[in-house]
């Protein structure tokens, strides 16, 4: 990397030119929202106006600035106009809350109630309940185009029934183990069986199978088996044994790693056939091993479930990330599908090493993550972004992106931790969220609401007003 040595200064003070940029970009109507993207100026650039339907969102809208506020406020008190901000964003989704249909975690009700419950602990209840409201014996039927011509329930994290269990148990409350509940046995009758276990698919109608974490067998396995600790559900838990055992079966252990195609059948998607990210390889795949081992298993398949996490943290060292060594291979710096992701992934498992020398290497692997950023940052007077690629389209550089999963929101927060946490060492506070906080050094008691908070000393941010 060109940044040997970067400082944690090096990292928060990019972190911070990165909001300011995205705070720049943020508009009023009827409560803030922002822009998916922001071309550079020029004569006939115009920013990305996000979908109506995702301008609430943790993926792509105002939910997603949520976390960020959260980690800045680890570190400084927020400013101003951050406190407005926070106040528009619980004041927006508080509102939209009693008529949002939408219900899953990255683009609609349950992203709501974690933004809420960080910068306004206990206004999260509304969304939580309409949750409830929505729930099915299937699930909860999407609004989203994952299944065109379909409202069908959906199985996966991103917009299906794991990331609303997954949120259910983080958040608690009086509606959470009726959530947690229904969705874990609506996931239980949605498996399909295989030789080797369990599997899902993400949608009824998919031919082919994205079986890592964000889409697939390992997260809904991760949710089944946090769900089963908190619930005491027996049956939960042995699903998510089954699933990971699939998940093993199709995956490979060679060169003491742990990898899991992108896509099966390799052949039905124009993509690197094996990726390393938080959505579709090992960083993300990681977790539902780390979910394995608070649920109380050992195991899988002759495999010890803290080896096999570690198996995956190694496919990330050695693979050749961040570097961009052909055209597809590492065009993302996001944290959905690229470089923040992996190595917020890797400062977690960091923190929740029992082994000295091995927190050491994934630190080091962390700054690797955060010189990259550093490297690639475009900075001016307005801030600092970034431009990722996409080789099938011409010309291939993307113009910045603003928000949590695939913008500069994302990244900055990840700057700032990573910043903080070498300053402040191995017992940095961590802001954990639905889908990654028993990943991280914290509570193991088996109780709804154990995830957040628990670890940080702090219930959120405190009310905004």
């Not at 994952?146 to 917009?159: T, Y």
């Not at 093993?248 to 039905?268: M, Q």
């Amino acid at each position: 990397m060109a940044t040997p040595d970067a400082t944690p200064d090096t990292y928060r003070e990019l972190g911070e030119a990165a909001w300011s940029w995205v705070l720049r970009q943020i508009r009023e109507d009827d409560g803030p929202w922002l822009p998916e993207s922001v071309p550079d100026p020029g004569p006939d650039s115009e920013p990305a106006a996000t979908a109506p339907e995702a301008r609430d969102s943790l993926y792509s809208g105002i939910a997603g600035l949520a976390p960020v506020l959260a980690e800045i406020r680890q570190y400084r008190e927020l400013s101003a106009s951050e406190e407005r901000l926070a106040a528009g964003i619980v004041t927006r989704l508080s509102a939209v809350a009693a008529r949002t249909t939408e219900p899953s975690l990255y683009d609609g009700l349950a992203g709501h109630a974690m933004a809420l419950r960080l910068l306004a602990p206990g206004s999260e209840a509304l969304a939580l309940r309409r949750l409830a409201e929505l729930a099915t014996p299937d699930g909860w039927k999407t609004t989203t185009d994952f299944e065109p011509g379909s409202d069908a329930p959906l199985n996966d994290i991103i917009v299906g029934a794991a990331g609303i269990v997954m949120t259910a148990v983080w958040a608690g409350g009086e509606h959470a183990g009726a959530i947690a509940t229904t969705g874990g046995e609506a996931l239980l009758r949605a498996a399909d069986r295989t030789d080797a276990g369990l599997d899902w698919e993400m949608t009824p109608s998919s031919t082919s199978r994205l079986p890592n974490y964000s889409h697939g067998t390992a997260g809904v396995a991760a949710a089944l088996a946090v769900a089963g600790a908190a619930l005491d559900r027996q049956d939960f838990v042995d699903a998510a044994v089954a699933g990971a055992r699939h998940v093993l079966s199709v995956g490979s252990l060679a060169d003491g790693g742990f990898i899991v195609p992108h896509t099966i059948p390799e052949s039905s998607r124009e993509v690197e056939p094996v990726t390393y990210t938080w959505c579709h390889g090992p960083a993300g795949t990681s977790h539902l091993f780390a979910a394995l081992s608070l649920a109380g298993v050992t195991e899988v398949a002759g495999h010890d479930v803290g080896e096999l996490r570690q198996r995956c943290l190694t496919s990330i060292l050695t693979s050749g990330v961040p570097r961009r060594l052909r055209p597809g291979f590492w065009d993302n710096d996001g944290r959905c599908c690229g470089t923040a992701g992996v190595g917020d992934v890797l400062l977690d498992a960091a923190q929740d090493s029992a082994d000295p020398a091995r927190a050491e290497t994934l630190v080091r692997a962390a700054r690797v993550m955060g010189d990259a950023l550093v490297e690639r940052a475009v900075r001016d007077d307005a801030g600092a972004r970034w431009r990722f690629t996409e080789h099938r389209v011409d010309p291939p550089l993307l113009p910045p992106g603003t928000p949590w999963m695939q913008g500069a929101a994302g990244i900055a927060a990840y700057l700032l931790r990573l910043g903080r946490f070498l300053d402040t060492g191995p017992q940095a506070p961590v802001v954990d969220r639905p889908d990654q906080w028993w990943a991280a050094p914290g509570c193991r008691t088996p109780v709804m609401g154990w995830g957040h908070g628990q670890h940080t000393g702090t219930r959120g941010m405190g009310a905004v007003s």
